[in-house]
């Protein structure tokens, strides 16, 4: 049995790649909805589920991690934004707020007929930003492969006054609950070298 990240995101990669585990990388192409009438969870899940899913059903044998990040800011969903004039409004929406960013993990090993499904939420303040900061964050161009239109990993670490939660799971991947379940329900240990799953 193989491990498949099924992410194209660089950060996910390095997360996963700072563990003991071997594994590869197989993007999933799926159309990123989210639909009328979804919770943040509800949709945060079904959307890392899918992501899983898509790679799973082509790799029946392996077992396929897969995991979606959102912001939400008062109940509404923030996803990546389309252009700067859209990131913009998103930071100057989340100044002097506190937001939560959710993601969900999805595990699937279809041989073994086991699928797990999660979400971790962390609550993070932004600073009263003026016009300015928020400007020279925009030029920065880190915005706009991110949920919330920031990464707490870049330059969007001077934007945030606190965190509450797991920081790696705002950076996309929440490494510690991923940990426990891959422990639980696969056997896996992610202190140890190579990977238990034969
Ligand atoms: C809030 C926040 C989000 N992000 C990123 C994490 C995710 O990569 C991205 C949200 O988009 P996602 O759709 O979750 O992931 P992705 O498109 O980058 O990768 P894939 O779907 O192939 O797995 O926002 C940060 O890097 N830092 C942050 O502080």
């Known amino acids: 049995m193989d491990i498949i990240l099924a992410s194209a995101s660089p950060r996910r990669k390095e ?3 700072n563990t003991k585990l071997k ?5 999933s192409d799926i159309d990123e909805v989210i639909y009328e009438g979804e919770s943040p969870t509800q949709a945060v899940m079904r959307l890392a589920f899918e992501k899983c899913m898509d790679i799973a059903s082509k ?3 392996d077992l396929v991690i897969g995991a979606d990040t959102i912001v939400v800011l008062d109940d509404k969903i923030l996803g990546k934004p389309k252009d700067e004039k859209e990131a913009y409004d998103m930071i100057k929406s989340l100044s002097n707020n506190t937001h939560q960013v959710i993601t969900g993990i999805s595990l ?8 797990v499904i999660d979400y971790v939420v962390s609550n993070v303040k932004f600073k009263d930003l003026s016009e300015e900061d928020i400007i020279d964050y925009i030029n920065t161009k880190e915005s706009l492969d991110k949920a919330g ?7 969007g670490a001077m934007l945030v006054e606190e965190i509450r939660g797991d920081y790696f799971n705002i950076v996309g991947l929440p490494i510690s609950r ?3 379940l891959l422990k639980k329900y696969f056997c896996i240990n992610l ?3 190579g990977d238990l799953s034969e």
């Open 149 to 155: 239109a920031y990464g707490i990993q870049g330059y």
């Open 23 to 27: 594994f590869s990388i197989i993007k």
């Open 15 to 17: 997360i996963l790649g």
């Open 108 to 115: 699937i090993n279809l041989g073994n007929n086991k699928k």
């Open 191 to 193: 202190f140890m070298e």
């Open 59 to 61: 790799h029946e044998q």
């Open 178 to 180: 991923l940990s426990d």
